[in-house]
């Protein structure tokens, strides 16, 4: 059975709902055809992720998640997402969008990775603004 897990590790995150939002994501990698195990989700602070991303990645610059595949060859998907809140706040500040929906929209963008997704191409990321948007609203549409 497939597991989903929200922790803390320098902020907190007060989310209502959690429990169908994990469910949600667990649906994802069946829609995608992905076997699950297990994956967690990390909130932290930009600092705290500005550190993963200089130690493990060699990057130098804040970013607003980073996920790390664990998977071992030829098992289900088992991986960490480190989901920076203060990049996300500041991102839905700028897009002038609910801090809900930004924050959505980044845990869906870290499952898809682990799907297999990438954004490095203009074609990748096409595609991935269009599955971070077919999630979007599939999840809006199970909230009414």
């Given at each position: 059975m497939?597991?989903?897990?929200?922790?803390?590790?320098?902020?907190t995150?007060?989310?209502p709902g959690k429990t169908g939002l994990k469910n949600f994501i667990a649906g994802l990698f069946k829609r995608e055809q992905t076997s699950l195990a297990s994956l967690t989700y990390v909130f932290c602070s930009d600092d705290y992720l500005l550190r993963?991303?200089?130690d493990f990645l060699q990057h130098d610059y804040y970013t607003d998640i980073i996920s790390f595949d664990l998977t071992e060859p030829g098992g289900k998907k088992e991986a960490e997402i480190y989901v920076s809140?203060?990049?996300?706040?500041?991102?839905?500040?700028?897009?002038?969008?609910?801090?809900?929906?930004?924050l959505y929209r980044v845990l869906f963008h870290g499952a898809l990775h682990i799907?297999?997704?990438?954004?490095?191409?203009?074609?990748?990321?096409?595609?991935?603004?269009?599955?971070?948007?077919?999630?979007?609203?599939?999840?809006?549409?199970?909230?009414?």
């Open positions: 497939a597991t989903v897990s929200f922790r803390s590790a320098d902020r995150l007060n989310l993963i991303n200089q809140l203060d990049r996300v706040k500041d991102n839905a500040r700028t897009l002038g969008i609910p801090f809900r929906t930004e799907c297999g997704y990438k954004d490095k191409k203009k074609s990748e990321i096409a595609l991935m603004r269009e599955k971070e948007e077919q999630y979007l609203r599939l999840f809006d549409k199970r909230l009414r």
